[in-house]
């Protein structure tokens, strides 16, 4: 019989401190903050759409500073031809 009540409460000190173990006192600030699954699919969308047009104004930029370069370049075979 003591036997028992012994390993009794063995098992529910046991059990009692994996379920401590298992659950952080206080949560997180970003857990209790976590968005919706629909909200972040929305950020998701949200992001590809940046990155589009992130990418798109990249390539609107290389292409003004490769006009900038051979009008330049243009320029000054031009104004060479000139002076001779």
């Known amino acids: 019989m003591a036997c028992d009540e012994a390993q009794a409460g063995k098992r529910e ?3 009692g401190r994996r379920r401590q173990r298992a ?4 949560l997180p600030k970003w857990y209790s903050e976590r968005s919706s699954p629909s909200q972040t699919k929305q950020d998701r969308r949200r992001i590809k ?3 589009r047009d992130l990418q798109r104004k990249n390539m609107a930029l290389a292409e003004t500073t ?3 370069v051979l009008s330049k370049k243009l320029e000054a075979i031009f104004q060479k031809g000139e002076d001779e």
């Open 49 to 51: 759409e940046l990155e």
């Open 66 to 68: 490769a006009l900038l």
């Open 13 to 15: 000190s046991t059990a």
């Open 23 to 26: 659950r952080p006192r206080g």
